[in-house]
RNA sequence: CGGAGCGUAGCUCAGCCUGGCUAGAGCACUUGGUUUGGGACCAAGACGUCGCAGGUUCGAAUCCUGUCGCUCCGACCA
């Protein structure tokens, strides 16, 4: 293509309204523009290069045998409601009303629009296992779009979704998306981990998380230094630094006067000198609108997103402290679960056992020492819900964990019979009994993918594309643009054999200065340009620049060959 | 939704505190000229409901009220 007839709207300065490098290079490399907050157009640049990204993905799906389907992103409310995603997931949806007042969805994902075609379209072992995938539109009415792509309004997923007959067979569909999955973002030169993760409204049995480091990323990520165990910190466990009290003192709970003292640390200090893992930290929740105690060990951290897994709901917040004192007749400080009997309660695994352990008396000024877990309160549910910190050791390895922040740009999930058995999705096994099909489902943010690219790969001079997913892969830049000069018929001719050779190839053919062409060049960040000026074709040569590399003179006789085997090189073949 | 900030030319911003004349600069754009290996220079020109609505005032980009939009931090997620 010719530079000179795409819009390529570059941008010297950025934009007053981006914040993170791989945003403020998408709009400055003229890749997208902005219709409003968190819905952007593509232009001509931007759009190859997501092409490249869904090719990739295509491709890898097809070769790990997932077939290719187009469900539609308008759809009907009832299926929502049957699968119980209605109430649940009514924070993001889009809802639209037609004519006679009907309403409809725009899919945030589709496993109630898939489910419903397999359970009329599959009846038989015999057609298992099958995976489904798409690449199409989502819409999410997210709470906070952000970073352009990132976390947009309507964005592009690849998703699947797998059915088999058995939880093995499951299993390795599972693993075969898995694997593809790394393939994926190899290939798309982006450096991703798979981390346990949380399966949130999505649901299942567990799942894995493809996670890309980076400062800007909105998730956390501890893992240990060797790569034996990662896990998004929604989800990490971490092993205890220090033992939890286990010793039976043989008193029953003792109430002692404790004026003014409302934290761990106060209570931790002369005179008291109670050791905060020997203390309960008792946090007040209003869980679905019912008052609910949450106790974690003194030192210890909650982990909301735990304590959501834990009650299977999102619908939580911390009491007021009002809301508490009506509810036990104490304010923070002296909470305390002992003898509460009208709350349930819920703790974290690590205060198993616990004994001889000092809490609020539920009257201000006032605690129990000699507390004894089993005996002394009434644990409803128990749960893993402390959030882990840097440095404590692996739950695999005993090493200090790590914790860094990452880009999620993929899910894979264990579904499980999740969707299949509300919606109805059954099949008949070799004994002719009618079973649900067990599910998995997978996606990829496709936009987020492109945009994890860059800001994985940039320099202060703008994007630096892989060869894999560049809007195009060689630019042409002739410094001199006289349509019957020698610089600009070589050009002409280098870009006709290249096109010829099916490389994608843009010649800037601007009447411009050299310096704006090279600039432009670097901002976008073609993989490869090669410079043409009378200079160096006084010598019978021209320039090769491969982005982020050094410039090298190749002679104009051997020019396709050399081009060739630096993109080679390049594309790490 | 809670907290913080910003809305002035296509873009980046100044002017606002302390109200006053035709509302400014740089980049981009148009025309002409000079340039031509790292975002050129000269000259001329075009481009504004100062986000919107209301108020205060002789007079509002500037002060007040409301409203809309955008960005950042938190809850949500590919």
């Keep these: 293509m010719r530079w000179s007839q795409l819009l390529i709207p570059t941008l010297k300065e950025n934009p007053a309204d981006a914040e993170i490098v791989s945003h403020q290079l998408l709009l400055r490399a003229g890749l997208i523009r902005k219709l409003t907050g968190g819905l952007y157009t593509f232009l001509p640049l931007g759009l190859r290069a997501l092409r490249k990204v869904e090719r990739i993905i295509r491709e890898e799906m097809d070769r790990a045998g997932a077939q290719e389907v187009l469900m539609p992103a308008l759809q009907p409310s009832d299926i929502w409601q049957k699968s119980g995603r209605y109430e649940l997931m009514q924070d993001v949806l889009f809802k639209v009303k037609d004519r006679s007042r009907k309403e409809w969805v725009l899919g945030p994902t589709h496993e109630e629009v898939i489910t419903t075609l397999v359970a009329g379209e599959i009846s038989s072992y015999r057609q298992l296992p099958k995976n489904f995938y798409q690449v199409q539109t989502k819409f999410r009415d997210e709470i906070r779009p952000r970073f352009g792509l990132m976390r947009a309004k309507e964005f592009i997923m690849k998703d699947a979704y797998s059915f088999d007959a058995t939880d093995e067979g499951a ?37 894995h998380e493809f996670m890309v480091p980076a400062e800007t990323g909105e998730n956390e990520v501890a893992y240990s230094e060797g790569g034996e165990y990662a896990a998004n910190v929604e989800k990490a466990t971490s092993r205890l630094t220090t033992p939890t009290p286990t010793v039976d003192t043989g008193s029953a709970p003792g109430k002692f006067p404790t004026p003014g003292i409302v934290t761990i640390e106060a209570l931790a200090s002369a005179p008291y000198n109670v050791a905060a893992t020997a203390q309960l930290k008792t946090l007040i929740y209003l869980i679905e609108g019912k008052i609910t105690l949450v106790m974690m060990r003194g030192d210890h951290q909650l982990n909301e997103t735990k304590l959501a897994a834990a009650t299977g709901t999102a619908n939580f917040r911390a009491a007021t402290s009002d809301e508490i004192f009506a509810a036990l007749g104490a304010r923070p400080g002296s909470l305390g679960a002992v003898g509460v009997t009208q709350h349930p309660v819920i703790a974290d695994e690590s205060l198993r056992n616990a004994a001889g352990m000092t809490t609020g008396a539920n009257e201000d000024g006032f605690h129990f020492r000699d507390v004894n877990l089993d005996r002394d309160i009434k644990v409803g549910l128990w749960h893993d819900l402390r ?24 899910h894979v999930f264990k579904l499980g019979t999740k969707y299949s058995e509300p919606l109805e999705a059954l099949y008949l096994d070799e004994t002719g009994q009618r079973k649900p099909l067990v599910m998995g489902c997978y996606g990829i943010g496709v936009t987020r993918t492109m945009q994890a690219v860059i800001e994985q790969s940039h320099d202060k001079d703008g ?16 410094l001199s643009v006289l349509a019957d000069g020698p610089v600009m018929k070589l050009a002409e001719e280098l870009y006709q054999k290249l096109n010829d050779q099916g490389i994608d190839t843009i010649i800037d053919d601007r009447d411009d200065r050299p310096g704006v062409k090279f600039k432009d060049s670097e901002l976008v960040g073609f993989p490869l340009r090669v410079g043409i000026g009378e200079k160096s074709l006084a010598k019978g040569e021209i320039e090769l620049k491969p982005r982020g590399g050094v410039m090298q003179p190749i002679k104009v006789e051997s020019a396709i060959e050399s081009i060739l085997s630096a993109l080679k090189t390049l594309s790490g073949i």
Excluded at 202 to 207: D, R, V
Excluded at 463 to 478: E, Q, Y
């Design 387 to 410: 959030l882990v910190k840097a440095g404590e050791p692996c739950p695999v390895t005993g090493t200090p964990l790590k914790i860094r922040r990452a880009i999620e740009v993929g």
């Design 463 to 478: 994007i630096i594309w892989p060869v894999s997913v560049a809007p195009f892969t060689v630019c042409i830049t002739p």
């Design 171 to 207: 299993q390795e569909s599972y693993r075969k998306m898995y694997a593809a999955y790394g393939r994926i973002f190899k290939r798309c030169g982006i450096q991703a981990i798979a981390v346990e993760a949380d399966t949130g409204v999505i649901g299942g049995k567990f799942s």
